[in-house]
Each structure stands twice: as structure tokens, then as C-alpha cells.
């Protein structure tokens, strides 16, 4: 197409799969498979098309056993580690983690 990635995938690519993946992608167009998405932390797990709509539903309901309060937290602080420094990252964290404290939910 003779066009280069947009809308952020250029950076989002580079922060989850590093560097020289991200170039080697970006520059020549190969396209990643799942077990190599998988190798290289892109997605967290492969499963066979036919055990996909289980194991979403299976992962949808181990969540949806926690807390929503901490779910909406644990994400908000993963998702914030790609936008801070380790060091506020943590305070962010801490922050969050004693705040669950105050509420019922917490056992």
C-alpha cells in the first residue's frame, strides 16, 4: 500500500514486542503467527479455534469471581505502567492496592 502503520501501532508494537521485532515488522510487512505472537508476550495464550469461545467464557467468569472494583484497579495499574516511570508506577500502584482496603469487598 505504501503506507506505514497508523493510528498508534507503530508505538503500541515497539512497547509489547520490542525494538528489533517491531522494525523487522514494520519494514518489511511480515505478519506474525500466533504461536510467535504468543512466544513474544503479543498475546497471552493460543488456543485451537474450536476452544476459543470456552476459554473466554472460562476467563470471563474466573474474572468476573473477583472483586469489580479490583479487576477495574489491577487493570488500570498494568495499563498505566506503559505511560509512567517505574518509580510512579509503583506509587500509582500502592496507591490502588491500599485503597481496596477501604471497601467492603475486600476480604
Do not use: W
Amino acid at each position: 500500500l505504501g503506507v506505514m502503520p497508523g493510528m498508534g501501532g507503530s508505538q503500541r508494537l515497539t512497547r509489547f514486542v520490542g525494538k528489533s521485532k517491531a522494525m523487522d515488522m514494520c519494514l518489511t510487512g511480515r505478519m506474525m503467527d500466533a504461536a510467535e505472537a504468543e512466544r513474544c508476550g503479543l498475546v497471552s495464550r493460543v488456543v485451537p479455534a474450536g476452544e476459543l469461545l470456552e476459554e473466554a467464557l472460562n476467563a470471563a467468569a474466573k474474572i468476573a469471581d473477583f472483586s469489580l472494583p479490583s479487576v477495574m484497579m489491577a487493570k488500570e495499574a498494568v495499563n498505566r505502567a506503559y505511560e509512567t516511570t517505574l518509580a510512579e508506577g509503583l506509587r500509582f500502584e500502592r496507591r490502588l492496592f491500599h485503597s481496596l482496603f477501604a471497601l467492603d469487598d475486600q476480604k
